[in-house]
């Protein structure tokens, strides 16, 4: 076999996650989880039909959270949740496994797309993680939509943010729309694999329900929400913020692959069932080899995710284990 | 041996630091000289009176640091250089290694010593990592010194500030008194283990010259200037902040540890001179482990440093390697 045969047969693939959480099956109609597995499976599509013609990880990556972000479904983007006074601050970070390049954007109040902008920080090659307008000038600078803070207001995430402060309780009308009973730990992500082996992780959120105005979760933390290195793996994580910054938990998990040569689902397994349950923070990673090894373990009722490799591996589930349903 | 006298030998002590860069020896007057060795002796000794009478390495690390902060010579505190548009942001992040609690704090313009407000920020057991007024929310709540912006203005910072915005060129004059003609890496850190075996680790800057307004650095995100866990290491790195936060330096350090069972020195070595200078970063790292086996590594010509252990370990240095000077 030729090395051009060996680099066009080698796997690619990806894999999305929309949050983990404790969603209670009874509360989740059949129309919301239709919703949720639809926009799961867009985000997947996205991404792989892009992995399909050669392009980068890079590229799938944002394609796929891209798709996502602009889904009132979940907490990033459009769909982003309320601070404690009243508006939206989103977080993102993109990274590629390749040259260890990675943007990241916290405390974003104008760009539609968080994990675009975390591209672009990440391609202009000077700061690696900017705060609010610094992170919004490199968004017009590279042209990226901009909306208003009240582009992210949503009637669900409002019913939310006024029961999370005691003001009333949650109408719980909008559960059976388009909304979705489970806004714990809502964050997106994806991790990638291309044709040339390079891995790339990206997360995005608008990080936790009523959050202090100026708090930093994890998400756009390397090391802690998101890393990728093409020797380990890349690594998108949803939970506690809190914890996971503690835990640098990303960057363990691709120590435990490179350090100690863990295969990625024993890293994973470790990360989330030993070191994430031990301190007490519930939540969920993907994650993915430079040879599209995609692993999700999460120690929450539920996980929004959907895998596909180039090896036929294709999956979309809510519950179970791994990326597919199971049992309730 | 009884199990208290085992406790009551326990090793203790500390290691801080001021920076890494490339110091031209020729340019160190013996007066600036004098007085580099002056503060962080006196910024270790700080730390360690408290470490003998039995107080925690928290105390010892806040000590420290707010010693290192509160002396121009160093870019912390009241010595930070200036951002892009003449101001100053300063951020500053503190863990311990017994409960992986932490705190940190970036985009500070208004409270005289970070370290603290870390600290406080850690102890509240809230958020992790919060930004500009958020973190100063904290400060008044622990009714921490607040100072104005104007607070950080120093001439020798000013004409630096001026010479890399190319207005004129630096006037060395104040090079020979009382500021530094090193100021590539000024960060400030504290490594320090206490009687009990609790490590912990600190950072402070007030970041690169001239930086962008809202560009955050590797001091205050955990895993990469600052980590601390008690069955590892304590941490705190100084250098080029984009590529110290691409690596997670410290937690990778501490993985080393943990994961490969590398010896202190070894994991420190690696992170340093293979892994930070392969990426074409420089810098330096002080590092503990719970019985205060201290190390400093390097791979800039100079790096501020100081260490004391309970075991008689001492010493001061600015060449050289380890804590001692050697030949230039």
Known sequence: MSIDAVTATRAYGLAVHAGAGSLDRTLLTARVESNIRTALEAAREAGFRLLERGASSIDAV??????LEDCELFNAGVGSV??????????????SGRHLAAGGAVRISTVKNPIRLARRIMERGHEVLLVGDAAEAVARE????????SYFDTPGRLAEHQGALGAAAIDREWEGNSLLPMTEYGTVGAVAADQQGDVCAGTSTGGLV???????????????????????????????GEIILRLSLAKGINDRVIMRGSSLSLAVHEAVHNELSRYGGSGGVIAITSNSEVVCEFNTKAMFRACRTSRGE??????GAGFKDGDP
């Open 62 to 67: 944002e394609a796929a959270i891209t798709v």
């Open 82 to 95: 309320y601070t404690a006074t009243g508006g939206h601050e989103l977080e993102a970070a993109l990274m």
């Open 142 to 149: 590279f042209d990226l939509e901009e909306v208003a803070n």
């Open 210 to 240: 009523n959050k202090t105005d100026g708090r930093i979760g994890d998400s756009a933390v390397l090391g802690a929400g998101t890393y990728a290195d093409n020797n380990g793996c890349g690594i998108s994580a949803t939970g506690q």
């Open 314 to 319: 294709v999956g979309v589930a809510i519950f």
